[in-house]
């Protein structure tokens, strides 16, 4: 196996609480209001959409884990 074939870890990966570290990414864009998103996202990775507000879906059934989708609130204050 060479370099490339490994995935690279980081030195520290549990909380002081002795959980796994988690990844989060953040991917901002207009023109789709958030619950288009979350149907999306849904679709994509076979999941199902919880409506947790206006502004925020939660999708679940992924075995990568939870997704979110919500609304940039400076966006929202425009």
Known sequence: MNDADRSVLPPV???IDGKSRRCG???EF???EPAE???IVASTVQ???NKMSECEY???GDSAGAWKVER???L???
Request: charged share 20%.
């Open 72 to 74: 940039d609130s400076a």
């Open 58 to 60: 939660k999708m679940t």
């Open 13 to 15: 990966q549990t909380t």
């Open 47 to 49: 999941g199902e959409v």
């Open 76 to 78: 929202k204050q425009s």
């Open 30 to 32: 207009i023109g789709v």
């Open 25 to 27: 990414i953040g991917i």
């Open 37 to 39: 998103a979350a149907r």
